[in-house]
């Protein structure tokens, strides 16, 4: 198929994915995030209603154009986007957590702009920030889901090799803790950098030994191979 006619393959399914990268705001002009742009979880949502399925795109801090006959929901930290997938996901039969969650956001918001000299007594002094924990919507999903009728969840992680293991076997212990149906990991080191058009990942299933490796490939592709492997288990 062709501009955005359907491939078909996901047709009467509701998923909902979340994308982009949540913002924790400290002071009105001020937020600890990340450098996830989005691309990822749009191509998704591209791939998805492309092949026939009703798409929500719970969409953190992205600059992307909404993909055609996509409904997106703008969110901005982590409580917004767990209380958006609450809203969204009762019937979804797939929830594909694409998004850079924050683990942890400022114990306090300042209603007004935190300034330099924030304390009279020690002009030079620098403000410590105390972080409290998000909840983990992943985990939550998985933890609410019952026998029938429940969404088939996957996971993203970025994940590097280092003196502990491998890349697959931080994403193998990473499935086993989370409990998702698949985890589709990305290969992230020096050389491969946030905000590319291209992405190498690892499709794991919970359960399974089998890999599916895709990339180095436009995220469109990558999305493809996802949704493929997803259309196995609905
Ligand atoms: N995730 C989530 N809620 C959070 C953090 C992460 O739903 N508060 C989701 C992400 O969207 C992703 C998956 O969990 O799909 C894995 O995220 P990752 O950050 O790799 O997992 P963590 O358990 O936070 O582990 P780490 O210590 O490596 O950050
Ligand atoms: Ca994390």
């Known amino acids: 198929a062709s501009g955005g006619g359907v491939e078909g393959g996901l047709e009467g399914r509701t998923v909902v994915i979340t994308a982009g990268g949540t913002r924790e705001p400290l002071d009105p002009v001020r ?5 996830s742009s989005g691309k990822q979880g749009f191509a998704l949502a591209t791939v998805a209603a492309r092949r026939g399925a009703r798409v929500v795109l719970v969409a953190a801090n992205t600059s992307l154009a909404a993909p055609e006959g996509v409904i997106v929901v703008p969110v901005q930290t982590a409580l917004e986007l767990e209380t958006a997938v ?16 924050a683990d942890f956001r400022p114990a306090h918001y300042t209603d007004s702009k935190i300034k ?26 998985v ?20 003196e502990d293991g491998s890349v697959l ?17 990305n290969e992230v080191g ?14 794991l299933r919970l359960g399974s030994s089998h890999v599916v490796d895709a990339g180095p490939a436009p995220k469109e592709e990558i999305s493809a191979a996802v949704w493929d492997a997803v259309q196995q288990i609905l």
């Open 143 to 162: 933890a609410r889901r019952g026998d029938d009728a429940s969404p088939v969840i996957v996971g993203f992680a970025a994940e590097t090799g280092d």
């Open 31 to 35: 937020f600890l995030g990340n450098r």
């Open 169 to 185: 076997d931080h994403a193998r212990a990473k499935l086993a803790r989370k409990g998702c149906d698949l985890l589709v990991v």
């Open 86 to 101: 609450a809203a969204a996901a009762p019937g979804a039969d797939v929830v594909v957590m694409a998004a850079a969650v």
């Open 190 to 203: 020096t050389d491969k950098t946030f905000g590319l058009d291209d992405n190498t990942v690892h499709i």
């Open 116 to 141: 330099k000299t924030h304390d009279a007594a020690d002009p030079d002094a620098a403000p410590t920030i105390e972080l409290v924990r998000n909840p983990d919507v992943l985990a939550g999903l």
